[in-house]
């Protein structure tokens, strides 16, 4: 409660609240491909920090710590809330399309 939201001026829809993606995730945006969505389940935000297949092999080879070589791999990005639910959709759909969840 009172606890201020962060905002970013997004180029395509304005003042909205931030989120972080990793920077492969910030390039599905463009390509439109799935590369995995992974987030902390223990994250309570509508928009928790998100990461692709890559960088979560890199966590893992890590001993699941983010080690500064694993946050490396991930280049996190600032990016529009909404922009975040577009990137995640593109991963949801894909999930879908294929029946399972193994993306
Ligand atoms: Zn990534
Ligand atoms: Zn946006």
């Given at each position: 409660m009172g606890e201020s939201q962060a905002t970013v001026e997004c180029t395509?829809?304005?003042?909205q609240p931030e989120a972080f993606l990793c920077k492969h995730l910030m390039g599905t945006l463009d390509t439109?491909?799935?590369i995995g969505f992974h987030w902390s389940s223990a994250s309570t935000s509508e928009t928790p920090d998100a990461w692709c297949n890559t960088c979560e092999e890199a966590r893992v080879k890590a001993g699941g710590e983010w080690t500064e070589e694993a946050m490396e791999t991930v280049g996190v990005k600032l990016i529009c809330a909404t922009c975040y639910r577009r990137a995640k959709r593109i991963w949801l759909d894909a999930r879908t399309a294929d029946g399972l969840g193994a993306l």
């Open positions: 395509t829809h304005g003042a439109g491909t799935a």
